[in-house]
């Protein structure tokens, strides 16, 4: 059974940081591509960072260019969202998805965390 278990969320003030995980058990990690979405009160899900199952290839969503970084350890099967100078409208439910990839293309069944909780408030 595939899991995938995001933490690290809480309440942050403006301009702070947190450090969101997700790990995931019952599966090839090192197979799938891992993306992170977020979802705000009344607004869609939004992708907004992503590394391949090579690890080599990061990108991000304009909004949080230069301030998110993602990375991945295969070892522990953990991939990690380094969140900097926090805004409040990074306010979200964060979520990680696992999907294999080849490139740019994704492929095979898609599988989600259960989210963690992001508030950014002073």
């Known amino acids: 059974q595939v899991q995938l278990v995001e933490s690290g969320g809480g309440l942050v003030q403006p301009e702070g940081s947190l450090r969101l995980s997700c790990a995931a058990s019952?599966?090839?990690?090192?197979?799938?591509?891992i993306r992170w979405y977020r979802q705000a009160p009344g607004k869609e899900r939004e992708l907004f960072a992503v590394?391949?199952?090579?690890?080599?290839?990061?990108n991000y969503a304009d909004s949080v260019k230069g301030r998110f970084t993602i990375s991945r350890d295969n070892a522990k099967n953990t991939v990690y969202l380094q969140m900097n100078s926090l805004k409040p409208e990074d306010t979200a439910v964060y979520y990680c998805?696992?999907?294999?990839?080849?490139?740019?293309?994704?492929?095979?069944?898609?599988?989600w965390g259960q989210g963690t909780q992001v508030t950014v408030s002073s």
């Open positions: 998805n696992a999907r294999r990839n080849l490139g740019s293309e994704y492929y095979g069944r898609a599988y």
């Open positions: 019952g599966l090839t990690f090192s197979n799938y591509a």
């Open positions: 590394i391949t199952s090579a690890g080599g290839d990061t």
